[in-house]
């Protein structure tokens, strides 16, 4: 009967770490995307005004607050 409980806990085991594997690579591929975003974001809205370097500090410095 040992045996036969320690096979047991050993598939749940396996099925329990692989399921926190999977959720942490999609937890990190969820935040790489936002983080990517962000920077899209930021760089875009940074292209469209001629005084891109000031602009550029003045919005991560606003940014950086919120």
Not at 18 to 45: C, D, F, M, P, Q
């Amino acid at each position: 009967m040992l045996e036969k409980n320690n096979s047991l806990v050993l598939e749940i085991s396996a099925m329990v770490n692989e399921a926190k594997s999977n959720l942490a690579k999609e937890i990190n591929k969820s935040i790489t995307y936002v983080y990517w975003n962000i920077g899209r974001i930021i760089v875009k809205h940074e292209n469209e005004d001629n005084n891109r370097l000031e602009y550029g500090k003045e919005v991560l410095k606003e940014l950086s607050k919120e």
